[in-house]
């Protein structure tokens, strides 16, 4: 099991461009978390999604944010119309249940630059 | 409010050391907390929860519910105990982790 593999790595965008991250989950895990980390700070929560279904949001940014976990595939994170302020690492864990009764493992993140 | 705080962004100790990394929360109900580590190029792991009542590599931590507290323990520090560590919880339905800010350790020889 290769555990949860996330790319780009590294993803750079100029401003007002589209930013695609993916994540996919480890074999067996249903339940996808996205959190963002800005320079100096913690991660945030922004997304909890299990199969075809958003569970949780609540950390979304209300515009150029959206996430999907398709039936087939990985889950992606898409911003759009990317600016500065976006620039962060982003993670993604997965778990085979809600992480409070389960470990979630993480992925190596996304460090996305906007130029 | 539900929060985590770290209040220190770096600690430093020499091999051999006690080491007590300070974890403090604030949520209403019961939350479930953890310990999240960071080695140096390696992915964020779980290092112990609260649940679970073990050591591992040596570490502890014990839930204070009336100081709000999730202080991590290691009574003799080692080098390769060098790394980020994060204090996290869980309190909803959903699982999600609202974590600390984090707090470099830095185990000199």
């Known amino acids: 099991n290769a555990g949860v593999m996330q790319n780009p790595r590294h993803l750079v965008r100029r401003r007002g461009q589209e930013a695609r991250l993916r994540c996919s989950p480890m074999k067996g895990h249903s339940h996808v978390y996205w959190y963002r980390q800005l320079p100096e700070e913690g991660l945030k929560f922004m997304v909890y999604l299990q199969k075809e279904n958003i569970i949780d949001e609540s950390g979304m940014p209300k515009e150029r944010f959206s996430a999907e976990f398709p039936k087939e595939g990985p889950s992606i994170l898409r911003i759009q119309q990317v600016v500065r302020g976006d620039s962060a690492a982003y993670f993604c864990?997965?778990?085979?249940?809600?992480?409070?009764?389960?470990?979630?493992?993480f992925g190596q993140g996304t460090r996305l630059t906007v130029v | 409010a539900q929060r985590v705080t770290q209040p220190e962004k770096l600690l430093s100790v020499f091999k051999g050391a006690p080491v007590e990394l300070k974890c403090n929360y604030s949520?209403?109900?019961?939350?479930?907390l953890f310990w999240y580590v960071q080695y140096s190029r390696q992915r964020l792991q779980l290092l112990l929860r609260h649940i679970s009542r073990e050591s591992i590599k040596g570490f502890t931590a014990d839930l204070n519910k009336g100081e709000t507290s999730f202080h991590l323990k290691k009574p003799f520090a080692q080098e390769e105990d060098s790394a980020m560590y994060y204090c996290a919880l869980s309190g909803s339905n959903t699982g999600k982790l609202i974590f600390g800010q984090g707090t470099t350790l830095q185990v000199k020889p």
């Open positions: 864990a997965s778990s085979p249940d809600r992480v409070a009764n389960t470990e979630a493992f």
């Open positions: 949520y209403s109900g019961s939350p479930e």
